[in-house]
């Protein structure tokens, strides 16, 4: 004969909460970040009708690789001051 398998049902399972593993600074990382690629651009577009602009051609991809590569991952990875 088969053995009958038991599964655990709903009622069962112990409840668990999630919180959110992010703070108000990690929120602030993020805007000071996605405002830095706004800014960048911003620069971008300045050089539209005239190419010879450092703006667009110089400063605007520096401070776009800054938005993208620093700021978003720091706050990503921001950890915080540990609870001691």
């Known amino acids: 004969m088969a053995k009958k398998i038991?599964?655990?049902t709903l009622g069962k399972q112990p409840k668990t909460s999630w919180t959110n593993p992010w703070s108000r600074n990690h929120y602030l990382y993020l805007a000071a970040g996605i405002g830095v690629i706004v800014i960048g651009f911003l620069l971008l577009s300045t050089g539209m009708s005239n190419w010879d602009n450092p703006l667009?051609?110089?400063v605007a991809p520096v401070v776009l690789v800054l938005g993208y590569c620093v700021a978003i991952p720091i706050a990503i990875m921001w950890s915080g001051k540990s609870a001691k």
């Open 56 to 58: 667009a051609v110089d």
């Open 6 to 8: 038991e599964r655990p």
